[in-house]
């Protein structure tokens, strides 16, 4: 990150880093007694200039709010952006409820661990997966909302209902309900314009009844595999026409081809390569990627007509896993960028942060971000870009860690958010979304009714409408010595701020012990600098920040004396 230049009278320019890779166990549990250096609510930036590389620290952009669920006791569970439904956005919720943007189109039994997406046709669908049941769901694009009304005739000892004035958005597995049909029941089939029939017959008899149906559709096969008892572990992938899922003991299941509703006892391949655990599936270039807990195989649709279409492709089978702690809704692999970022595990080694380079896993993370990985299991891994930059995103399972846990991709710095309207709540899943991906949308772990839209180039600093504080904190420095040092002078090295920007420069002693009163500058200011600023033998630094103003930060510069 940005480094203190400190000049000692014509010795060459020192630096020390204002933020930075660390790894210290206060900074898990308390900001405000941490030692050593950090960063919070900035991001590291990198550029070559005339074959120099310059190191900046920009204050991370703030986001607002979207209402979505009515229901302010529930937590969103998955944020999803649908790139084949016109790059609209998808949110489900832990009481069940999936909407697409701010339009609710149905309610699962148990809340959507997944969501994926996929075609019937040209049709794009939505695909929805509830560990808690191990049930499978669809939503065609053209499908109602929830508690759409119909009128139909039903006859309470016949399941087919008929003079319907449309079916044209109804779908088998819909939920159906109202004064004649019994909460519970479903469409068991769509018949023709004007026919329907359910899984159950009516409870009464009546020639033009008013009921209701909702677009999210239950998969109702006996053979799909989460209906046939096998436990899901991934998300639903789409390939040439097929919808495949990944079960806990290591079975690729498919659809029938250009069907959602429709699956085979015996249509799957087994990732047999190693005796481990599946715990994830992903799409990679032509290929399907299926985790298990210490490795990963690559499938490719040969044409089989005889259970999968799938043929495995042993020589790229490799042992790096990865982990899913045998907890619901964990989700730790994403592609993004032509390849895929997971966090992966060897038996017996490190938890990391991997991505493909070609077919081969490559190790991103560093040891610092892996000391931090190691320390809890984690939940969601989340990759998005802001700044331009690649910041990889982890929630932990530990409740208790007090920040966001950011990692950048390239520059291997480590950074912390804290979120202003809600400092205890974290990002749970995130997705870059719209055309041109140039909106980050985010859910957290905390009970709102909101989701969070953030521009990641930044265009506003608040969280919700709620001022954050940006925490720039140094390591210790003496000059190779501990002996007295006088310092006349410190000067925050920036980009001149168009408005009023104030930093809080407060300077330790003692270990991190007490700081100093806080004296301020402005980086609005031609000097953005302090005078006697006393005496020391080492010495370091706090920056803090508040208001809505973005900043780019470069160093800090001092001038000091060596005292005998």
Not at 375 to 399: C, M, W
Not at 529 to 548: K, P, Q, S
Request: aromatic residues 10%; negative net charge.
């Amino acid at each position: 990150m940005a480094k203190l230049r400190l000049l000692l009278g014509t010795s060459p320019n020192k630096r020390i880093e204002l933020g930075g890779t660390f790894a210290n166990e206060p900074i898990l549990t308390n900001v405000s007694s941490s030692k050593d250096r950090f960063g919070i609510n900035v991001v590291p930036i990198e550029y070559t200039e005339g074959g120099r590389k310059r190191e900046y620290l920009l204050r991370r952009p703030g986001f607002t709010s979207q209402g979505v669920n009515s229901v302010t006791t529930q937590q969103c569970e998955v944020a999803y952006g649908w790139e084949g439904n016109q790059n609209t956005w998808a949110n489900s919720w832990s009481d069940g409820k999936l909407f697409v943007s701010t339009t609710l189109v149905g309610t699962a039994v148990s809340s959507i661990s997944f969501l994926s997406e996929g075609y019937l046709g040209t049709t794009p669908l939505l695909y929805a997966i509830s560990q808690g049941d191990n049930a499978g769901y669809y939503f065609p694009n053209d499908a109602a909302n929830a508690s759409t009304a119909f009128t139909a005739s039903t006859i309470s000892t016949s399941a087919v209902v008929s003079s319907l004035a449309t079916t044209s958005s109804m779908y088998a597995g819909q939920a159906v309900y109202g004064p004649t049909i019994s909460s519970g029941t479903r469409i068991f089939s769509v018949d023709s314009a004007t026919q329907i029939t359910l899984t159950g017959n009516p409870v009464s008899t009546s020639t033009a009844a008013v009921n209701y149906y909702d677009g999210l559709a239950k998969i109702l096969d006996v053979d799909f595999p989460g209906n046939a008892g096998k436990t899901l572990v991934s998300p639903m992938r789409y390939k040439d026409g097929y919808a495949f899922c990944l079960t806990q003991d290591g079975l690729l299941f498919n659809s029938d081809n250009l069907s959602i509703t429709a699956w085979g006892a015996t249509s799957y391949v087994g990732t047999a390569e190693y005796p481990d655990q599946g715990t994830g599936l992903e799409l990679y270039k032509n290929l399907l990627v299926a985790f298990n807990a210490f490795s990963m195989e690559f499938f490719e649709d040969t044409g089989g007509t005889l259970g999968s279409p799938l043929s495995r492709v042993p020589q790229l089978a490799t042992r790096v896993g990865m982990p899913n702690y045998n907890e619901t809704g964990v989700r730790l692999v994403v592609p993004q960028h032509a390849t895929l970022y997971w966090i992966g595990a060897t038996q017996g080694g490190k938890t990391a942060l991997y991505r493909l380079n070609g077919y081969s896993p490559e190790r991103v993370s560093d040891e610092a971000y892996e000391v931090l990985l190691e320390k809890d299991n984690q939940r969601t891994l989340n990759i998005f870009p802001v700044y331009g930059r690649t910041l990889a995103h982890v929630e932990s399972t530990n409740s208790s860690r007090p920040y966001n846990l950011m990692f950048d991709v390239e520059s291997k710095q480590l950074g912390f958010w804290v979120f202003a309207h809600d400092t205890s709540s974290r990002i749970r899943m995130a997705a870059a979304i719209g055309e041109g991906r140039k909106n980050i949308l985010f859910c957290t772990n905390a009970n709102v009714s909101s989701v969070y839209f953030m521009d990641p180039m930044g265009t506003t600093w608040l969280d919700d409408g709620t001022q954050n504080t940006v925490i720039l904190q140094t390591t210790k420095f003496d000059n190779g010595n501990e002996d007295k040092k006088r310092m006349n002078r410190l000067r925050i090295v920036s980009d001149l701020s168009a408005s009023t920007c104030n930093f809080s420069v407060q300077h330790t002693d003692d270990d991190y012990q007490t700081f100093s009163t806080a004296r301020t500058i402005d980086l609005s200011q031609r000097y953005r600098e302090i005078h006697r600023c006393g005496m020391f033998e080492r010495r370091a630094w706090r920056l803090t920040h508040t208001g809505n103003v973005g900043f780019r930060i470069e160093a800090l510069e001092g001038w000091f004396d060596q005292l005998p």
